[in-house]
C-alpha cells in the first residue's frame, strides 16, 4: 500500500516506521525537517518537508495515487482540512484524522471523517487500568 | 442581525467596530489573553475571551441564534473549522471565512462554506493593477454568477487599435463595460471606437477571458 503520514511527532514516526517495516511504501511530511529523527534509522520511506495543508505538497507526497493519508500534526484543525484536502480534492479512499478535542471530533464523523480521538481512547484505557486493579484488590 | 466573529486581530477588531456601528448585536471571540485584555479596553462586552473553534465555547456565547459566523483568523484550518462548527454542528445559515491563502478557495467553497474573502488576492490584483505595463487585471470576482471584472489598458500595437466596438469580434461571454479615456469616462455603444492606451473595464466569465485577451492583443 501507498500511505501519506502528515505530521511526524512521535505518533506519526512510530507509525510511518511500522508501516515501512511491514512493507509499505510511505512518504512523511512535517514542517521541520528535525522531526525526521524521530523515524527508525532504517526507515527506507519518503521524507517531505512542508505545509501539509497545502495541495502542492501532498501532490510531491504522491497523495494522487495513495492507497491511505493518516493525519497526525498536533494540530487539530490542520488535521481536519488537511483530511478534507484529501478526501474531497485528491479522492484518498482511507483517510484516518487525529482529532483531540472530543466535541470536534464527534462533529466530524458525523461529518464522514474517520477519526480517532486520542483523549478518548487514552482515558478509557487510563479508566479500564484503574477499575480493572480495583476489582483485583476486590477479590 | 446577531454576529459573532472569529478571530481578535486586525480585520476582527475592525470589522467588530463597523458592524457595532451599523447596529448589529456583535460578539468576538479572542483566545490570547494580552489580545483579548487589549481589545477588551476598547470593546467591553463585545469580545469574550476564548478559541471559536472550541463547540462549547461557541455555545456559551449564543451560536444557536446567530445569524451569521465570520472566520477571520490568520490560519485558513482554523477558519474552515470554524465555519464548519458553526454550519454543520449548529445550523448556522450563513458563513463566511477569510482566505489567507487564495488557493484555499475551490476547497471552502467545496466543503460547504457559503463566502470566501481573500484579502491576498485582493492586495495583489490591486498592486498588480498599479504596477507599469501591466495591460490585464482581475478586479473583482463575482463568484455566484461566475463572471470576473477586469481591467484592461489596450497596447499600442493592439489589432482593435482604432476600431469601433461592432468592428471588433468580441468573446459573447462578455461585455465591455466602461472606456476610460483621457480622465474621462464613456459608456460605450455599437460605433464606439477602442484606442491604443484606453482603460477598458470589462465583465467576463472564466472562459470569456481567454478570448477577450486575443481580441485585444494582450499577454499577461
Known amino acids: 500500500m501507498k500511505i501519506v503520514i502528515l505530521g511526524c511527532g512521535r505518533v506519526g514516526a512510530t507509525l510511518a516506521t511500522m508501516l515501512d517495516r511491514a512493507g509499505h511504501q510511505v512518504s512523511i511530511i512535517d514542517y ?47 488535521n481536519i482540512m488537511a483530511s478534507q484536502i484529501a478526501k474531497e480534492i485528491f479522492n484518498v479512499k482511507k483517510v484516518v484524522c487525529r482529532i483531540y478535542d472530543p466535541m470536534r471530533q464527534s462533529t466530524y464523523n458525523e461529518l464522514g471523517l474517520e477519526t480517532i480521538s486520542p483523549t478518548i481512547v487514552g482515558a478509557q484505557m487510563m479508566l479500564e487500568a484503574l477499575t480493572h486493579d480495583r476489582q483485583n484488590k476486590a477479590k | 442581525m446577531y454576529i459573532i466573529i472569529g478571530g ?57 441564534r446567530a445569524d451569521v459566523v465570520i472566520a477571520v483568523t490568520g490560519e485558513d484550518e482554523d477558519n474552515l473549522v470554524i465555519c464548519q462548527m458553526a454550519k454543520k454542528r449548529f445550523n448556522v445559515t450563513r458563513t463566511i471565512a477569510r482566505l489567507n491563502n487564495p488557493k484555499n478557495d475551490l476547497l471552502f467553497q467545496k466543503l460547504g462554506i457559503d463566502v470566501t474573502v481573500s484579502p491576498t488576492r485582493s492586495i495583489l490584483s490591486l498592486i498588480e493593477a498599479e504596477l507599469p505595463g501591466t495591460t490585464f487585471v482581475t478586479l473583482m470576482t463575482l463568484k455566484r454568477a461566475g463572471l470576473e471584472i477586469m481591467e484592461i489598458r489596450v497596447p499600442t500595437d493592439s489589432p482593435i487599435a482604432g476600431k469601433t466596438l461592432s468592428a471588433i469580434n468580441l468573446p459573447r461571454s462578455g461585455t465591455i463595460a466602461l472606456i476610460i479615456r483621457d480622465n474621462e469616462y464613456i459608456f460605450p455603444t455599437a460605433d464606439t471606437k477602442i484606442l491604443a492606451n484606453d482603460e477598458v473595464y470589462a465583465l467576463v466569465s472564466r472562459e470569456g477571458e481567454e478570448a477577450l485577451r486575443t481580441a485585444l492583443g494582450t499577454t499577461r
Request: some cysteine.
Open chain 2, 8 to 64: 481578535g486581530g486586525d480585520v476582527g477588531y475592525y470589522l467588530t467596530k463597523s458592524l457595532l456601528n451599523q447596529g448589529h448585536e456583535v460578539l468576538l471571540l479572542e483566545k490570547g489573553s494580552t489580545r483579548y485584555q487589549a481589545l477588551s479596553e476598547e470593546l467591553g462586552q463585545s469580545v469574550v475571551r476564548g478559541d471559536a473553534c472550541e463547540a462549547r465555547t461557541m455555545e456559551e456565547v449564543g451560536v444557536n
Open chain 1, 32 to 78: 521541520s525537517n528535525e522531526s525526521f529523527r524521530r523515524l527508525d534509522p532504517k526507515f527506507g520511506g519518503e521524507t517531505l518537508v512542508g505545509n501539509g495543508v497545502d495541495e502542492e505538497i501532498l501532490t510531491r507526497a504522491g497523495i494522487k495515487d495513495a492507497d491511505a493519508f493518516a493525519a497526525v500534526t498536533n494540530g487539530d484543525n490542520r
